[in-house]
């Protein structure tokens, strides 16, 4: 496929390199505090991804498998653009990799592309690291002939990312932040409230970012009866709908997230069930980042 | 079957009299705290005298039994002589992977369920599967193991779709046929089920490893992390392929849709040996993944499936395993040594018992399963008497992890997007027994994903016959 013709590989097989690899990292770059962008070497994933696919990725053998959103390719130089938050041993021990190093494993473009048609006016929010998957979703969003507000949530300032971006890619964009450094000081429900008394009933709105946001965005939107899509990520392991790791209740049903999602009706997703299963290995997820830590020399106690 | 002796042997008395040879294996006690196979193989001073025990039938009806028709009394003859290359060698003329096959052959349905002296009263059938299992071991441990010579390139390419044993053996038979291939795999590893789902004690992952390594020599080219369907469709694979080989196995795990199935602590069969066997949880912190700390583990279903899992949770720790399962013993699908295996190690078997719905805590974690007692009815479709429900018979097991290993189904990420593959009404694609054509032309398919769940041994042989006809299509262009 793509790579033994963009690698100029000849067609007799001999001679072809046993496996694909070759995830080398070709940029990274810090965007805030334990918040980076990796631009990796996929030529089949970019070739063929679009909005709000994700992939797999594992760092290396004996590493887990981890879902992350494809943030922006460029399909000419064989490129994704990850962007990743250090929450635990595997983000923080991709973080640790350098430019230039490979990643073992990464596989997709995975998921269901957004559903991209023309509503009318569309309000994405992204919530922490939830704006860098909203991008592309705004880009063809945008590109589809909607009028597209972007909501960007942070904590605090230095956790904002990506607002240049989304300032090229959305009509209008709205900063909020928990403790008002920068932006409104406020909740990004609190924003889409106050959008919604100024300037009325959205036709679509979009919320990526921690399920806990997404749920409240939900309940925010529901009384308005306002089309709300979530891009939902509980665990997952192989990513191709063969573990059912991933499954969340929907309108009552049992869905796969990799495979009939990541994205869905927000007002139909049991959050907290998916809340509660995201939980579920906590322990040893602290385990594991604490040795790992430690063996770093870093203090293991961690907040 | 020329090159078979053709005189019975003189010493028939003799042969009737040798007892079956036992197979050395690891304690039950002491397996269930290692991943390390369990049955440990022949020694090699043992293994001619099993094979003594062959009475050189005329009408050997053994070979029948084997779904590929090995030619089973040659081979058996060669181990009698003492004559294991001869014998592994024979093999292989028609089994690509009997290290594999030797030891997940379900033989007691197969080969040995038909072995003549198998009929006979007090008397077992001749190991077949186990000296086929020997002479592999054998032939690998001596550094012998031949890699297939393959014919003068013939410039045609084709793409083979999953890494299971449909796969590998498609793989290999174009390869040898001079035929450029290239597997294109899923998840991060190659071997299907033989490395995520068949667990270490049962199936060594070394084994699979050597035999893709075997392919990797014969210049076929492994690409993982590349899923059909999503990376790119078939459509794009027949631009740069002259064929495709569809082996994508019946990966969707199925539920029973009841209520609280979706607690914590409640896997898929697929989920839980996964994450074991792939990503090594029982490694876990050395290894990244992991798995559920269990105390006390149900395991819903009868099959093979369902022995594994039982037995991994054991391996794993857990003080408590049952096994949940709707019919009787007799009706338990699963090889009869598994279950026997499995009840040495300690697995209680709720026989007649059917999970209803579950019970968790205020965290979401599964505390209980709540069962109903069943009694056997008329026979169904199957055959098989069907388990009906007794009334009032509910009762509240105590658990803390569930897997559910009841039968898995067709993945349809690959016909989803390739509408002009036919596919059944459960979502298997229809292809041709005898060749494996699908109704795309170019487009040809094998194993589990056409038959359903089946075995290694179907998948091999429909891995083998699509590739003589891949073989004819590129030769003639007719479909
Ligand atoms: C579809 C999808 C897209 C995602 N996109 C992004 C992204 O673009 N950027 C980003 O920073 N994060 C993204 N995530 C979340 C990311 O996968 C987790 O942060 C990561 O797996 C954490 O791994 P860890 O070992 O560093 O942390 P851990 O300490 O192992 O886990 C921390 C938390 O992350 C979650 N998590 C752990 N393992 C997995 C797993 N195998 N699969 C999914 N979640 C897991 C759990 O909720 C856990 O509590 C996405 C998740 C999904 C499902
Ligand atoms: C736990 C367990 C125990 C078993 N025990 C036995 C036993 O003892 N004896 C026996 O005979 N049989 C046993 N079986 C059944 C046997 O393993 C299967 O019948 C056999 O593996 C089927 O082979 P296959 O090649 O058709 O598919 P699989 O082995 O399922 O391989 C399919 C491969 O295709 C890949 N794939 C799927 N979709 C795509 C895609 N879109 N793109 C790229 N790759 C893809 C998958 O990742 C997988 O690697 C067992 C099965 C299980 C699950
Ligand atoms: S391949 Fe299986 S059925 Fe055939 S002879 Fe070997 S063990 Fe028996
Ligand atoms: S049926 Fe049994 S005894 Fe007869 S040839 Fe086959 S293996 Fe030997
Ligand atoms: S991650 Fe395994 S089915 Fe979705």
Redesign the pocket.
Known sequence: MGTSTTEGRSPSCADLPATSGGFTIVEKQELAPKVTRYVVRAPDVARTRRAGQFVIVRVRDGGERIPLTIADADAAKGTITLVVQEVGKTTAWMASLEQGEALADVVGPLGRPTHIEKWGTVVCIGGGIGIAPSHPIVQAMRAAGNRVVAILGARTKDLLIMEDEMRRAADEVLVCTDDGSYGRKALVTGVLETFVAEHGKPDLVVAIGPPIMMKFVCKTTAPHSIPTVVSLNPVMV?G?G?CGGCRVTVGGKTKFVCVDGPEFDGHSVDFDEMMRRSRFYAAQEKESFDRWRKARGEDGGGP | MSERDPDAPKDLKQRYKTAKQKMPEQEALERIRNFHEVPLGFPTEVAPTEAYRCIWCKDPTCVGGCPVGIDIPAFVHLVEKGDFLGAIRKIKETNVLPAI?GR???QEDQCEKVCKIGQKKGMGPVSIGRLERFLADWERSQGLVEIPECAPPTGKKVAV????????TCACDLARRGHCVTI????HK??????????EF?LPKSIVQAEVEVLRRMGVEIRCN??????ATVDDLLKEYDAVFL?????LPYFMDIPGENLCGIYS??EY?TRVNLMRAYDFPDADTPSARSRKVAVVGG???AM??ARTALRLGADEVSLIYRRSKVELPA?HE?VERAEEEGVVFRLLENPVRYVGDDDGRVTAVECLKMELGEPDASGRRRPVPVKGSEHLIEVDTVVVAIG?GP?P??TRVTPEIETRKGGNIVAKETDGRTSKRGVFA????VTG???????MG??RSAAASIHEYLQTGTW
């Open positions: 192989d191709t063969m | 096959c997940v052959c379900p779709v999953g890494s299971g044993p449909a796969g590998l294109l795999e899923a998840l190659p071997g299907g089920v033989l490395v995520y789902g068949i667990p049962r590349f899923v059909v369907g999503l990376t082996g994508v196995g019946a990966g069969a697929n040996l099959g093979n499936v594994d899992s090889r598994e898995n993945n990420l690959v094998g194993g589990d994903i769940a089946a075995t290694v041994i179907l998948a429909a891995g």
